[in-house]
């Protein structure tokens, strides 16, 4: 599978990732393209290519920064932002459709029963 990213531009990337998690409590915004840079990388090599550079964690302490820095000024979102994901094509494409939906089989309320001799929890009310 071809790389959206070439060898050099992750090995720069991974290093910016390193540097911005190191000192993620003390980034001004000024580093904010580069947070959203990074962060757009880290979700490339997680859902495109199933290969993390880096844990959950770490990612989220990236994203919960850049979180912090468009609630204090709304001005640096932009529509690109990682935090800033739409919904929107889900609503237009469900939205046109005007035709009620009929199904084969009407669905049914599944009734769940616990079966004879159980109690709460799974405990036996009965002795075998």
């Known amino acids: 599978m071809s790389s959206m990213y070439d060898p050099q531009q992750t090995k720069t990337l991974q290093k910016l990732s390193a540097d911005l998690f190191k000192k993620r409590h003390a980034l001004a915004a000024s580093s904010i393209e580069d947070l959203r840079d990074v962060l757009r990388f880290h ?65 049914k309320f599944l009734q769940c029963r616990r079966p004879a001799g159980l109690g709460p929890k799974g405990k036996r009310t009965v002795q075998a």
């Open 43 to 107: 979700e490339y090599r997680y859902y495109v290519q199933s290969d993390p550079l880096i844990s959950d964690s770490e990612y989220d302490g990236l994203y919960k920064q850049l979180e912090k820095f468009e609630k204090e000024d709304p001005s640096l979102i932009t529509p690109d932002s990682p935090n800033a994901k739409s919904w929107d094509w889900i609503d237009q494409r469900f939205s046109k459709s005007t035709a009620p939906c009929t199904h084969a089989f009407p669905g």
